[in-house]
C-alpha cells in the first residue's frame, strides 16, 4: 500500500510541475525532477514523512490535512562533482526553492510569462540554484605561463599575454562589437601578412644559399683525361702528390708511385673522394706536364752546372762576372746597377763549362732573385769587405736555405786598403751561415773583381762542387727548361731568354711556355751567335713566340702545333674561368650587401606602416617614429660600420710598361707595395713593349698615368698623351721610379696640421668700458710675456692648463690706438669675438697652424 501511495504522490508531482512548466511556456517535453527520484529512493518509508521533501499542499491529489515533506533547495549537494568552487549567494538563495516555485506559480496565474521579466544574461551569479564558475578578474592576466616559454618567439610571447589579459568588451552595442571584429580581423590579417613576408625572406635566402652551393660546385669541376699517372694528376687536381697518395690508400688502390698510369674511372674516384666534380674530357684536359725524373742517373751524361750570382746592390757582383767572362757590362747599365737577370756560360781553362746567372741586387728586384735560385744548382753569395752583410745579402742567404742549393762565399773586394775581411766571416755566421774555415761546410774565396784576384780559386771551387752534386741530364729527349727573361725586339718580334735543363732543343721545334707557344725559328747564345740545337746547360735566345712569355714559366716540349695550340687554348679557358669565378665571388659579395640593404629598408618600411596603422585605428597611444628618420637611422648604422672597417683609400692608377718580362714583374710588385691605410698604387695593366695609343687611352678611361721602364714614348703617343690629359713617364732607373711614385702619393695624401704658440699674453685686470647706447664690454688688461700677439691671428684662453675658449680678436689696442701686433713686455688691451667670461690670471696664447706634407 505504501508503495502506492508513493507512485501516486510522485505522479500528482510530475503532473504539478508539468502544468507550471507549461504556464511559463517552456516547451512540453518529458522532464525529471530530484522530487520524483527522491520519491522512488524512499518507496518503502512511511507514507507521512519522506526524507528531503518538505509540506506541501497538493490539493486534489492528497488527502485533506495531509503533508509532505518538500526540498530544501537551499542545502549543499551531498557529493561534489568538480574541485571548482560554487556561489550560492543571492536572495533567491536564501530564502529557497518553495519561494521560487510559487513566484512562477502566481505569473502564471496572472498571464505574465516570467521570461519576459529575466534580465539580461550577465556575468552576475546565477540566482537559479545552479553550479557556476566564479567571475574572472580581467584585471589581472590569467595565463599561468606569463614568462616566454623555451622555443617561443618575442613576437609569439607578446600576442599569447595579449590574448590572455585583454579585457572582456562590457556592455557594448552590436556596432561597437562589430568595430572590435574588424580591428582583430584587420590586425590578425597585418600579422599574417608580417609572417608571409618574413617568409618570403627565407625562401630567398634559402634559394641563394642553394645557387651559391650550386655555383660552388661548379666552381670544383675539373677535367681528367682517359689516361693520366699520379703525378700529373695531382697537378690537374691542384693538390699535392701526398694527399693523392693518402686517398689512394683510403681507396685501398694498390700501388701509389708517382706514375703510376690511373683510368678515367680510377681519377674520377680520386676527385670525388677529394669534394671536386671529374668531367673526363680528352680535348679539354689536353695539357702539358714534365717528364718524372729519371730513375738511375748513372747512365746520363753530364751538363754543365747553373751557378746564380747573389748579394746587396754595389757590392761588385757584375764587375766580378765581367771579369770572368772578360767582358764590360757593368760600364753600360743605367745607373751603375743591375735591373735584368742575365744568363751567360764561361769556359774553364779546363775546358768545362759553367753556367752564370746574375741577378739584381736592388729590394725591387726580390722575385728575380727567387726566381734565380729556384732554377739553379749553385748559389754564389758576393759579400763587399767593406760593406758586410746587408739587407738584401740576408734575403740571398734566406732564399739559398730555402731552396735547399749550397752555398759558396766570395768576398769581394779584398784588395782595398783598410778592410777586415774576418769581421764579414763573423758576421755571416751569426745569419747560419758557417764558413769552412771555422768547421762549418760553406766554402769561402776572398776575390777581387777589379783586379781578378783568386777568381781562378773560385772557378776550381764551383767545379769541384758540381762534380760533389753529380749534375746530370737527358739528352735524347724534347727539351724542358725556363723562361729567364723575355722581351719584345725591334725586328725580331717576341724573344725570350731560356734556359735549358734537360733534352735537347732544335730550331723548328714546337715549345709552350705558359699561355703561349712557340715554333722556333732561331737561336742565339749569349755572345748572339747563331746556333741549331741547345744542350741542358746552355742559356739561349729563342725567336718565334706567338705572345711574349711570362718570366718564370716553365717551357715544355710539344708533339705538333695543333697540340701546342689545345693546350694554350684550354690554359687560357682555365684561367678566365678562375677570373669569372673571382669576379663572380666580388658581384655575389656586392649584391648580397645591397640586398641586405634593401632588405632593412623594406623591413623599415612595413614597420611603419603597420605601427601607423595600428596608432590610426586606435590600437596604440605612441605615434610611431617618421619613415625618414628611420632610413636616415638606417644609413647613419651603415656610415659607422663603414667607418669601423677603415677609411677608404684613394687609389693613383698606373699602365706600367717594361723592356723585358722580368723588370715589369718587378715594377708592379714594387707599385703594389706602396701603400698604407688611406692610399694605394692600382696597377691597371702591365706589358712588356713600347708606350702605345691603347696604353694611353687606357690610362685616360681609368683616370691614370703611364709608366714606362727602359721604354719610350714617340711624339705622336705624346700628343695624343697631351690631348687626353694624361701624365706619361719614362725611367731608367728603377729607385728614381719608386721615389717620384711615393712623391705623386704623398701629394695626395691629406696635410699633417700641427698647432704652434707664437705669442703668449696674461690677464692683469678686466675692465669695463662704455660702449654705444649705455652699454658696457668687458676688456682684458695684457701684459706680453712671450713671443707676439696678432691682431688677425687665432687665440685661445687657457685657464688652469685647459683651453676654455678658442676663436678670433676683436679688437687689440695700446691705450687708446688700434695696433697690429703686440710683443713680449707691452701692456695691451684685448677684446674676443663672442667670448665675455674671461678672467684675471687667464693665459692668452696666440697660436699658428702649420701644415706639414705627409710621407708615405
Not at 94 to 123: A, H, I, L, V, Y
Not at 257 to 286: F, G, K, T, W, Y
Not at 470 to 492: D, F, H, P
Not at 764 to 784: H, M, N, W
Amino acid at each position: 500500500m505504501s508503495g502506492q501511495k508513493a507512485l501516486l504522490l510522485c505522479k500528482g508531482t510530475t503532473i504539478l510541475r508539468m502544468r507550471s512548466i507549461q504556464g511559463l511556456g517552456l516547451p512540453n517535453r518529458r522532464m525529471t525532477f530530484q522530487t520524483s527520484c527522491k520519491v522512488f529512493e524512499s518507496e518503502k518509508k512511511p507514507p507521512g514523512k519522506i526524507e528531503g521533501l518538505g509540506k506541501l499542499d497538493i490539493g486534489a491529489n492528497n488527502a485533506p490535512g495531509r503533508t509532505i515533506a518538500k526540498t530544501d533547495w537551499s542545502a549543499p549537494p551531498k557529493k561534489e562533482r568538480s574541485p571548482r568552487t560554487w556561489s550560492r549567494s543571492g536572495p533567491e538563495g536564501e530564502r529557497g526553492g518553495q519561494q521560487r516555485f510559487n513566484n512562477q506559480r502566481n505569473n502564471n496565474q496572472d498571464g505574465r510569462s516570467p521570461r519576459n521579466d529575466t534580465p539580461k544574461k550577465d556575468n552576475a551569479p546565477s540566482t537559479s540554484g545552479k553550479r557556476i564558475s566564479p567571475k574572472r578578474d580581467w584585471t589581472r592576466p590569467v595565463d599561468q605561463h606569463v614568462e616566454k616559454y623555451a622555443n617561443e618567439l618575442p613576437k609569439q610571447h607578446e600576442r599569447h599575454v595579449m590574448k590572455f589579459s585583454k579585457p572582456p568588451p562590457v556592455n557594448e552595442s552590436a556596432t561597437q562589437r562589430r568595430e572590435r571584429k574588424q580591428k582583430e580581423e584587420e590586425l590578425a590579417k597585418a600579422i599574417r601578412e608580417e609572417e608571409k613576408a618574413r617568409q618570403m625572406i627565407l625562401d630567398r635566402r634559402a634559394k641563394q644559399r642553394a645557387k651559391e652551393a650550386e655555383l660552388a660546385r661548379q666552381s670544383q669541376e675539373v677535367y681528367i683525361p682517359e689516361i693520366i699517372n699520379v703525378a700529373n694528376l695531382s697537378r690537374v687536381l691542384g693538390v699535392r702528390i701526398e694527399q693523392i697518395i693518402q686517398t689512394m690508400e683510403e681507396l685501398d688502390m694498390g700501388s701509389t708511385s708517382h706514375d703510376r698510369m690511373l683510368n678515367s674511372d680510377e681519377s674520377s674516384l680520386i676527385a670525388m673522394q677529394l669534394d671536386m666534380n671529374p668531367v673526363v674530357d680528352s680535348r679539354q684536359s689536353l695539357d702539358l706536364f714534365p717528364r718524372p725524373p729519371t730513375e738511375d742517373t748513372s747512365k746520363l751524361p753530364g751538363r754543365p752546372p747553373i751557378v746564380t750570382i747573389m748579394g746587396h746592390v754595389d757590392h761588385g757582383k757584375t764587375t766580378l762576372l765581367d771579369t770572368l767572362r772578360q767582358t764590360s757590362v757593368a760600364a753600360g747599365e743605367a745607373g751603375g746597377i743591375t735591373q735584368h737577370i742575365g744568363a751567360f756560360s764561361v769556359q774553364l781553362p779546363s775546358k768545362k763549362q759553367i753556367t752564370f746567372l746574375d741577378t739584381p741586387g736592388h729590394a725591387a728586384f726580390s722575385s728575380m732573385r727567387a726566381r734565380g735560385a729556384q732554377v739553379t744548382d749553385i748559389i754564389v753569395l758576393v759579400v763587399a769587405a767593406d760593406d758586410g752583410v746587408m739587407p738584401q745579402t740576408q734575403e740571398a742567404i734566406q732564399h739559398a736555405h730555402n731552396s735547399g742549393v749550397p752555398l759558396v762565399v766570395a768576398i769581394n773586394k779584398c784588395d782595398k786598403p783598410g778592410v777586415d775581411s774576418s769581421k764579414v766571416k763573423q758576421e755571416l755566421a751569426r745569419y747560419n751561415v758557417h764558413l769552412e774555415e771555422i768547421g762549418g761546410d760553406v766554402p769561402c774565396v776572398e776575390v777581387s773583381g777589379l783586379t781578378g784576384l783568386n777568381l781562378d780559386q773560385l772557378e776550381e771551387t764551383i767545379s769541384t762542387l758540381s762534380e760533389v752534386l753529380e749534375l746530370k741530364a737527358e739528352r735524347n729527349a724534347g727539351a724542358e727548361g725556363v723562361v729567364i727573361e723575355s722581351q719584345m725586339e725591334k725586328g725580331r718580334g717576341n724573344v725570350a731568354t731560356v734556359l735549358v735543363r734537360s733534352g735537347t732543343l732544335k730550331v723548328g721545334s714546337v715549345v709552350v711556355a705558359g699561355q703561349t707557344w712557340c715554333k722556333i725559328r732561331s737561336m742565339t747564345d749569349h755572345t748572339g751567335k747563331s746556333i741549331k740545337e741547345a744542350l741542358p746547360g746552355t742559356p739561349v735566345k729563342v725567336i718565334g713566340w706567338k705572345e711574349v712569355p711570362h718570366a718564370g714559366d716553365e717551357m715544355l716540349p710539344s708533339p705538333d702545333e695543333n697540340t701546342a695550340k689545345t693546350v694554350v687554348d684550354n690554359r687560357l679557358a682555365r684561367q678566365q674561368r678562375d677570373q669569372q669565378l673571382r669576379d663572380l665571388e666580388v658581384i655575389n659579395d656586392k649584391r648580397r650587401a645591397q640586398r641586405e640593404q634593401l632588405e632593412q629598408e623594406r623591413l623599415a618600411e612595413k614597420a611603419y606602416k603597420k605601427e601607423m596603422y595600428l596608432y590610426q585605428r586606435g590600437m596604440t597611444e605612441k605615434m610611431p617614429d617618421s619613415l625618414g628618420k628611420r632610413m636616415s637611422e638606417l644609413q647613419a648604422d651603415r656610415e659607422e660600420n663603414a667607418a669601423e672597417s677603415g677609411p677608404i683609400q684613394q687609389e693613383l692608377r698606373a699602365v706600367v710598361k717594361g723592356d723585358v718580362s722580368g723588370t715589369v714583374e718587378a715594377v708592379v710588385d714594387c707599385l703594389n707595395g706602396l701603400q698604407n691605410k688611406l692610399i694605394k698604387v692600382k696597377v691597371v695593366q702591365s706589358g712588356v713593349g713600347n708606350i702605345t695609343e691603347g696604353d694611353v687611352l687606357l690610362a685616360a678611361a681609368c683616370e691614370g698615368q703611364v709608366i714606362g721602364f727602359n721604354v719610350k714614348a714617340d711624339k705622336k703617343i705624346q700628343a695624343e698623351a697631351s690631348r687626353h690629359g694624361v701624365n706619361v713617364r719614362s725611367y731608367s732607373v728603377i729607385y728614381k721610379l719608386l721615389e717620384e711614385v711615393k712623391d705623386q702619393l704623398s701629394d695626395m695624401l691629406p696635410p699633417i696640421v700641427t698647432t704652434q704658440v707664437v705669442g703668449e699674453a696674461s690677464i692683469l685686470q678686466v675692465f669695463d668700458i662704455s660702449t654705444k647706447g649705455r652699454e658696457t664690454k668687458p676688456v682684458a688688461g695684457c701684459r706680453v710675456t712671450n713671443g707676439a700677439i696678432n691682431r688677425n691671428g687665432r687665440v685661445r684662453i687657457v685657464r688652469n692648463k685647459e683651453t676654455i675658449w678658442e676663436g678670433e680678436l676683436d679688437q687689440l689696442r695700446q691705450v687708446k690706438k688700434d695696433i697690429a701686433e703686440a710683443k713680449k713686455g707691452l701692456e695691451c688691451g684685448m677684446s674676443f669675438e663672442g667670448f665675455k667670461e674671461f678672467q684675471a690670471g687667464d693665459i692668452i696664447q696666440c697660436i699658428q697652424a702649420i701644415e706639414t706634407k705627409q710621407r708615405l
